[in-house]
């Protein structure tokens, strides 16, 4: 099977998580549209068709002193409706940033509907700005439009509605329930964006995984792997014609004296080391930060994060604890609903060029429950619903692989758990929960490569 696509692509991928992330861009394109409009009205203004009363009505403003009061007065309340705006996103994301972790940041960070508030009232302000100093009063020069003046108060109207809109929407927003939904909805999105498609079936030998080793890459800046480019790899290892084997993935952290890659020369005699290393550094996108875009452990690492909070005795909340492990599941069962990412990347004629990190079941699992696990040794409820959430996980679970990595997950929360149990009855129920899942891993079911 051929893997290959224009290296463009994970570029673009890159930058638009960025962008995304930056909250900035859609308030900067609603300043940027405020200005287009504003040339477009004073354009119709100056052809002299809305001076006329009959064509304003009720909203025609004949007097140059009268405009600039109503242009002022609108500018400072939406500049101040933003401050307003701005300050309740701080609290919010201070009141997040304690509650659930700082991680779930970059989330409130990617609101839309709050960048959208922003860029209404600020593009409003702008295009005030833009009308008032139009208006003249000048003797034989004055200049009243009055289009723009009409449109600036419907720009009022619309960012006093967003505003209203946005109070409610941050009400919302900051409940437990919504927030644990929210990193979900990231999680599924990672998901769907690394793993094949379900039914796509993905066979690969794991022998073509072991390749031998002639010379190695180290890294060129510390930091966590935000992204990597293995179609830009693949077009390098063609060329060179060599074989790359990638020894991190994206989420893992890197130091500028780790190796990164390793070489195997294969085909070529002489290879262009210089030209490789350069380009293999150039494929690696290194940040302070981890981030979603080929990092599907992020997700789970934001889930557990809020239910590691929920669980310490400052907040002691376990029903979001409980919230975020239902959700895990569900992440658990759509990835094991797809094939496993495949580490192996082949050029045009199908040949091997690069050789990824991959990944395991077990591994997911882990991600999603160990440190729960760990947390919730004296937490009878958080225990029993960890083991049905595995019950439930397991009923969907098509390969033994899979079962396996559940099984082995529901026998370290019975062995973490019971001993912690101060009477018969937590004793009992978490041993009914680890029996359903004994049960329904230890079923015969067809194995699905």
Request: proline share 4%; glycine share 6%; with cysteine.
């Amino acid at each position: 099977m051929v893997t290959f696509v224009t290296s463009t692509k994970t570029l673009l991928i890159h930058f638009a998580e960025k962008f995304r992330a930056a909250p900035w861009t859609i308030p900067a394109f609603y300043v940027v549209l405020a200005i287009a409009l504003s040339q477009f009205t004073l354009w119709l203004d100056a052809s002299g068709h809305f001076s006329n009363p009959a064509t304003t009505g009720f909203f025609h403003i004949s007097s140059p002193e009268g405009a600039r009061v109503l242009l002022g007065t609108i500018a400072t309340s939406m500049l101040a409706i933003a401050g307003v705006s701005f300050s309740s996103i701080m609290v919010t994301m201070t009141l997040a940033s304690q509650q659930f972790g700082p991680r779930l940041l970059r989330n409130f960070l990617k609101d839309r509907a709050s960048q959208r508030t922003l860029g209404v009232l600020l593009g409003t302000f702008v295009f005030c700005l833009f009308i008032l100093r139009e208006v003249r009063s000048i003797e034989n020069d004055w200049f009243v439009p009055a289009l723009s003046v009409m449109t600036s108060v419907v720009l009022a109207m619309i960012g006093l509605g967003c505003f209203i809109h946005f109070i409610q929407h941050i009400l919302r927003e900051i409940q437990a329930e919504q927030v644990v939904a929210d990193a979900f909805r990231g999680l599924q999105s990672s998901i769907e964006a690394v793993f094949p498609e379900i039914g796509e079936e993905l066979v690969e030998d794991r022998a073509i995984l072991q390749m031998a080793t002639d010379w190695e890459i180290k890294g060129y800046k510390t930091g966590y792997v935000q992204a990597i480019n293995y179609e830009a790899m693949v077009e390098l290892a063609m060329e060179q014609k060599v074989r790359l084997k990638i020894h991190c993935r994206a989420g893992d952290f890197v130091s500028d004296q780790q190796v990164v890659a390793s070489v195997d020369n294969v085909e070529a005699e002489k290879p262009d080391r210089d030209l490789i290393i350069e380009k293999t550094r150039e494929s690696f996108y290194i940040g302070s930060a981890r981030t979603p875009e080929q990092d599907f452990e992020y997700g789970f690492r934001q889930l557990v994060e809020v239910a590691l909070r929920a669980l310490s005795p400052g907040i002691n909340d376990p029903f979001t604890a409980m919230d975020c492990i239902d959700y895990l599941g569900a992440g658990l069962q759509s990835t094991f609903a797809r094939p496993l990412p495949q580490p192996v990347h082949r050029d045009r004629e199908g040949a091997i060029r690069v050789v990824a990190c991959g990944t395991d079941y077990a591994g997911l699992v882990g991600a999603a429950f160990n440190q729960i696990r760990q947390a919730s040794r004296e937490r009878c409820d958080v225990s029993c619903r960890l083991l049905e959430t595995l019950a439930l996980t397991a009923r969907v679970a098509r390969q033994s692989e899979q079962r396996a990595a559940l099984l082995k997950q529901a026998q370290m929360i019975r062995d973490d758990s019971s001993p912690k149990m101060s009477n018969d009855f937590d004793r009992d129920c978490l041993e009914s929960r680890y029996q359903s899942v004994e049960a329904v891993c230890s079923r015969s079911k067809k194995t699905v490569p």
